[in-house]
């Protein structure tokens, strides 16, 4: 599997991990204190970073960092909407559309070199 594939998967997983570390709490501990929630959001994002810190500086090897920053926002999109949706039980919304279009334009422009060298 090449970097960029890795790079990838590691960034997918390490996005699910954080999805929750930063939203989940709102479903899931809502009724304890903030503290509660901050320290077990900590926990689970322990995990994020040990696949995103290895993640980016697989990707940077054949990637620059505003490559790997709108590759992570299309990540995070990717996880986001699906986690809004079933996770937390909240409605699509056309502006999740608009917001892929966009960063979808972003990513067109950043990696439009990149993909001519593939």
Not at 46 to 56: M, R
Not at 96 to 101: I, K, P, R, S
């Amino acid at each position: 599997m090449n970097k960029f594939m890795i790079t990838a998967l590691m960034l997918a997983c390490s996005n699910v991990f954080m999805t929750f570390a930063w939203y989940g709490h709102l479903r899931n501990y809502n009724h304890k204190p903030w503290v509660v929630a901050a320290i077990i959001s900590w926990a689970v994002a322990l995990f994020e970073y040990l696949l995103q810190v290895p993640a980016n500086r697989i990707g940077h090897q054949v990637m620059n960092l505003g490559q790997l920053k709108i590759l992570q926002e299309l990540i995070t999109l990717s996880v986001f909407v699906p986690f809004c949706i079933f996770y937390m039980k909240e409605g699509l919304k056309k502006d999740y559309l608009w917001a892929a279009l966009c960063i979808l334009a972003a990513a067109f422009f950043m990696f439009r070199g990149f993909l001519a060298k593939a």
